[in-house]
């Protein structure tokens, strides 16, 4: 074979390994956005609907959200992210605070039914919009992991305001894991007891599942991983939760549903195994994702762990 020609080929195929890896990079950036980018489409919290099975009180809890005295809190993040939060203070002579923590492409809304719940056991209620959610800046959602940071301000922010205050975590799938992930920072003994339903134990394994359940995008897993480090400015696989609560000394129950889709059912023993400080398991045998809540037992056991540790 002539030199030329062989050059030629060479040539050839370097162009079509360029254009093929320019490809797949781009088809890894669309499959990244579609996970991790803000919607375009607003929000409806009657989506929550899907998880709950009394519909009436959730209902009726978003409706007691839109009315009942409140304040849009505005807070710089570590970063000078702004976030948003809005708080709800019925009970001004309790100490007694739980900040409420949303889910992936929800926002503070879909925790009305959670903050109602709280209300009524005397609890002042703030309810956060996570990064890439609802009115908290953000262009891209970070998987609880930068959210760990923003909900030390927001705590910060609470002890600032309220001296005494008694302050307790409660999230839901991707909130439970940003609430477990900032156990895992140095907190100062307000925060009192984390309540984490359906959360995740790293954000790599997470998305990388996630993938697994999308067919067309699992051949993208490798080059998400990539761009995911490029724009969310750290390594998926090292926003590990388990690392997390190994620094933990905040007490914490974990609950997840035997059935969860969503986030395998397998990482609630990750995160309780990993944990250092007093903790507890509930599981659901017939539930599948967040609907733990379902049960008739769900607030009885959330609230004899808090009171055995507030």
Not at 224 to 250: I, P, R
Request: one cysteine or more; hydrophobic letters at 40%.
């Amino acid at each position: 074979m002539k030199k030329k020609t062989v050059l030629k080929l060479a040539g050839g195929v370097l162009l079509t390994a360029a254009a093929l890896t320019a490809a797949y990079g781009a088809a890894s950036e669309i499959g990244f956005n579609r996970m991790m980018k803000r919607s375009k489409k607003e929000y409806d919290p009657l989506d929550g609907l899907q998880f709950i099975n009394d519909s009436d009180a959730y209902e009726e809890a978003q409706m007691w959200l839109k009315t009942v005295p409140s304040e849009d809190m505005f807070l710089h993040g570590f970063d000078d992210t702004r976030l948003f939060g809005q708080k709800i203070m019925t009970h001004p002579a309790s100490k007694k605070w739980v900040i409420l923590v949303h889910g992936w492409k929800a926002d503070h809304r879909s925790m009305a039914l959670c903050a109602r719940v709280f209300d009524t056991k005397g609890y002042n209620c703030l309810l956060v919009d996570l990064r890439g959610h609802g009115k908290t800046e953000g262009d891209y959602c970070t998987m609880g992991w930068t959210d760990r940071l923003d909900l030390i301000c927001w705590i910060n922010m609470l002890t600032v305001m309220h001296p005494g205050c008694e302050i307790v975590l409660y999230g839901r799938s991707m909130g439970a894991t940003a609430c477990m992930n900032a156990t895992g920072e140095k907190l100062g003994p307000e925060v009192k007891a984390c309540i984490s339903d359906c959360g995740f134990s790293n954000a790599e394994k997470q998305s990388m599942y996630m993938l697994q359940r999308k067919k067309n995008l699992k051949f993208f897993a490798l080059g998400m991983k990539l761009v995911s480090k490029l724009h969310l400015k750290f390594s998926l696989k090292k926003a590990d939760t388990c690392e997390q609560l190994k620094k933990s000394n905040v007490p914490t129950l974990f609950i997840h549903g035997e059935k969860d889709q969503v986030v395998p059912f397998n990482t609630v023993f990750e995160n309780y195994y990993a944990c250092s400080a007093e903790k507890e398991l509930y599981t659901v045998h017939d539930a599948k994702h967040l609907e733990c809540i379902n049960q008739e037992s769900y607030w009885d056991r959330v609230f004899k762990f808090i009171d055995r540790n507030c």
